[in-house]
Nanobody
């Protein structure tokens, strides 16, 4: 089992940057692909980015491609989401999740979820 905890959210101005961290417990972190999703009130959780268990392959939603970068450090059991050129429409609760699957674009592909961290981008 993997326990996931996000951190790094906060308030930032449009055009600014934030780095989210996702710390995972458990001896098999490097077996899991890691993903980030986001959710705004009244809407479904949507895919943001994912990184394969090996760290070699990354996946991004079109809305964040070129601005966000996902990475992982298996020595620290941590995944990261570097968010640059933030826009007000990036405002959401960001969730980290762990998956043993190869398809990583939907909520159902993930086995373990964190509680989320709020990101607010002011205009």
């Amino acid at each position: 089992q993997v326990h996931v905890v996000e951190s790094g959210g906060g308030l930032v101005q449009s055009g600014g940057s934030l780095r989210l961290s996702c710390a995972a417990s458990g001896p098999t972190f490097d077996d899991y692909a890691m993903g980030w999703f986001r959710q705004t009130p009244g809407k479904e959780r949507t895919f943001v980015a994912a990184v394969s268990w090996s760290g070699i392959t990354t996946y991004y939603a079109d809305a964040v491609k070129g601005r966000f970068t996902i990475s992982r450090d298996d020595a620290k059991n941590t995944a990261y989401l570097q968010m640059n050129s933030l826009k007000p429409e990036d405002t959401a609760v960001y969730y980290c999740a762990a998956s043993l699957r190869t398809n990583l674009y939907t909520e159902g592909d993930y086995d373990y979820w964190g509680q989320g961290t709020q990101v607010t981008v002011s205009s």
